[in-house]
């Protein structure tokens, strides 16, 4: 599935908008049911209304009525494998995703929990 995913991820990364930055980014998301949905980053003139690949993906998912995230891969044109900020990663946190991929274009893939990811994060029992 980690091929899958990460496939699926470097399509969406295709479709971009990044004018500004010009550092496009992709992710995908796996639902409980076995579907996936995609995300890319898309930029604004002004910068804090910019949403991030990995909100997109999740976002699509949630959008369509699926709750149940299984895994996340994210892609950039990165030297090591691409990190989430810290909202993308709160967000991630919120749908309980076990499984995330961070990846770069070249390939390299690191799996990781989001434990691991973001420790100590806010959840609805704090």
């Known amino acids: 599935m980690e091929e899958k995913l990460l496939q699926a991820a470097l399509a969406a990364r295709e479709k971009a908008y990044a004018p500004y930055s010009h550092f496009q980014v992709g992710a995908a998301v796996l ?3 076995g579907k996936l949905y995609t995300g890319c980053n898309v930029e604004n003139a002004s910068y804090g ?3 991030c690949a990995e909100r997109n993906a999740i976002f ?3 959008g369509a009525g699926n709750h149940q995230l299984e895994a996340l891969c994210v892609v950039g044109d990165t030297a090591e494998p691409i990190s989430p900020c810290g909202a993308c990663r709160q967000v991630m946190a919120e749908f309980k995703i076990p499984v995330i991929y961070l990846a770069n274009v070249q390939g390299r893939v690191k799996k990781l929990t989001l434990a691991e990811l973001l420790p100590y994060s806010f959840t609805l029992e704090e």
Do not use: I, R
């Open 49 to 51: 209304l910019t949403c």
């Open 31 to 33: 639902v409980g049911d």
């Open 60 to 62: 699509n998912a949630v």
